[in-house]
């Protein structure tokens, strides 16, 4: 038995499709600063070390700043409201951005502990063998480490968004992104089928925006102007997908809360 509540799913998606325009000058705005973040991807094969390392900087910083408003809109989310945060108070941005690295850096450790040994011994294995990567064996062996990996991360991935939600609704508390009981109840109270559901259509719904992001580019790559397709991607796709992804996220942490308060 799954021991679920009855959730609409659907809901939660409409939702989460709806959220990223409530607030369509934050939205534009959050689009500017991921391009500003894309500059480096962009200009990476410049021979300009100077402005390469200056990039290199903003791409950072902004890289935190995004991820401290990721978690902003968790935060909002958990607490009812319905329209997009605004993009203010950036030192608070900032630092919760570092938060959400750390969280990030946690889960990541145990993949890294079992794939970096076997990196290793792949590659003292070649070593000593006289064989070069393109071996067979270890053409397979690398298939192994990236089948672990996809496997991990697929499981791992929801647990995450579950505690950074956690994380968000309790004050930006970063204890609270480990409080492993807690997180756990919130989905016991969801019900593990009703969880699958909702990550698998979220997982489908972001894939289908990576690939009109990706067909964007494309598109114009086949004109000679990539340059604008990156531009309009970033601008527009990019902070979709990632507001629709912590949206949606909050939501469905929300209805396995205790104390729910958005319909």
């Keep these: 038995m799954d021991g679920g509540i009855i959730i609409n799913i659907g809901e939660i998606i409409n939702s989460s499709i709806r ?19 894309d500059l480096y991807s962009i200009f990476g094969s410049a021979t300009y070390n100077r402005l390469i390392t200056i990039l ?11 991820s401290g408003y990721q978690l902003r809109i968790m935060k909002f989310s958990t607490a009812g409201n319905n329209t997009l945060p605004e993009l203010n108070k950036w030192k608070d941005l900032f630092i919760n951005g570092l938060k959400v690295i750390v969280v990030t850096l946690v889960y990541v450790i145990p993949i890294m502990v079992i794939v970096i040994p076997m ?7 070649s070593i000593s ?11 397979k062996t690398f298939g192994l480490v990236s089948i672990i990996v996809g496997l991990y991360m697929v499981i ?20 609270k992104a480990f409080k492993f009981s807690a997180i756990k109840n ?14 698998i259509f979220t997982g489908l719904i972001f894939l289908f ?38 949206r949606s996220a909050s939501l469905i942490y929300l209805k396995g809360s205790a104390d729910e308060t958005l319909d």
């Design 129 to 139: 063998s006289g064989n070069n990567l393109a071996d067979t064996n270890i053409f």
């Design 119 to 125: 990196i290793f011994i792949i590659a003292i294995t």
């Design 56 to 66: 290199g900087i903003l791409a950072l910083i902004i890289a935190f700043v995004k």
């Design 156 to 175: 791992i991935y929801p647990i995450f968004f579950m505690s950074l939600a956690n994380m968000a609704k309790n004050g930006d508390n970063i204890d």
């Design 186 to 199: 919130i989905i016991s109270n969801v019900g593990l089928g009703n969880f699958i559901i909702w990550y």
């Design 19 to 37: 959220y990223p325009l409530s607030n369509k000058r934050t939205f534009l705005f959050l689009g500017l600063i991921v391009i500003l973040g």
């Design 209 to 246: 925006l990576f690939i009109v992001g990706f067909g964007l580019s494309s598109i114009f790559n086949l004109i000679h102007y990539k340059f604008i397709g990156d531009v309009l991607a970033s601008l527009t796709v990019t902070p979709f997908g990632l507001i629709f992804l912590f």
